[in-house]
């Protein structure tokens, strides 16, 4: 396992989709800092005028660390970053979920409220609840293993000694 | 390799600065120093203060779902839910035009549904608060609720 997560294909692979996927989440949260401001309030994690500045900043390191995940820049301080941010969220989505706090869009990745109900995706995916803890467990493996793990080049097959006659 | 903690620090600095930064000077910021759900107009009243509106005899509106009004409300509350507004006013209609003062509340936190109600009251010409912080606010002070069930 460890020697398949150290492939350097495999890292790219994992830095890339995890920089795009930090990059596009950022995107409308950037466009529309209110809704989100909003949806942050509704996680009742922290007051009226916090939410605000987590709208405000939080976007923006998320556009950072994942732009620098894409250049593959600072690839482990990105990543930690990232690890960072889905600890918050994981340990906020757990609050939410102990005081039974029914958030029906997360805000993880748009903001804009979805006012017709639509089958798919289901709201189960939308909403603040194992599904997500789940989902940000996994990216937190993938982060955690860009942190921790040294991509190791297997080495070039060694050039076969020339027979001497 | 071990991480750099500078840059690390620098990715989290750097990102909110540049947030920051973005929301003062692009033009389309936001308002940082109040609740995002506060629009110009809105009147807000404390938990406090709401209480003695209530003992002077102010008119409360539930702006929550029917369901939760029925099941428990501040004393005297009429409902007024947000999705069924234009019903539930022409219900609230006598009362509001006798009332001395009026208040809105719905469930606190990010409930943004006092304040549209606050709003469409106020495209009809009626003056009425909000009350900051809603029921759970109320509850937490220790204020009395009528939790008599209602059909």
Redesign the interface.
Known sequence: MSALVAHPRVQLVLRLLLGALFVYASLDK?AS??AF???I????VVG??P???V???????????GL?LLAGA?K???A??VALLLVVFIAAAALVMARGIDVQNCGCVSVTANTAPSAWPPAWTKGVGWFLVARNLLLLGVAMAL?VV?PVRRPAPLALPVPTE | ?A??WK??IL??V???S???A??AGSG??????????VQAGDELVATRAGKVLLDQGALFLDARPRDFWRMSRIPGALPLPEEDFERAFQEAEPRLRRASAVVVYCSG??C?ASHLVARKLREKGFAAAILDEGLPAWQDAGLPLDEEPRS
């Open positions: 950037i800092p209110a401001a909003k949806v309030y509704q996680w009742q009226p005028v939410s605000n500045l709208a405000v900043t939080l976007p923006w390191i998320e556009l950072a660390a620098l600072w482990r301080e990105a930690l970053v942190v040294t | 390799m991480v750099d840059r690390f990715i989290l750097a990102g909110a540049l947030g920051l973005w929301n389309r910021g936001m308002a940082l120093g109040q609740s995002v759900l936190y990010g943004e």
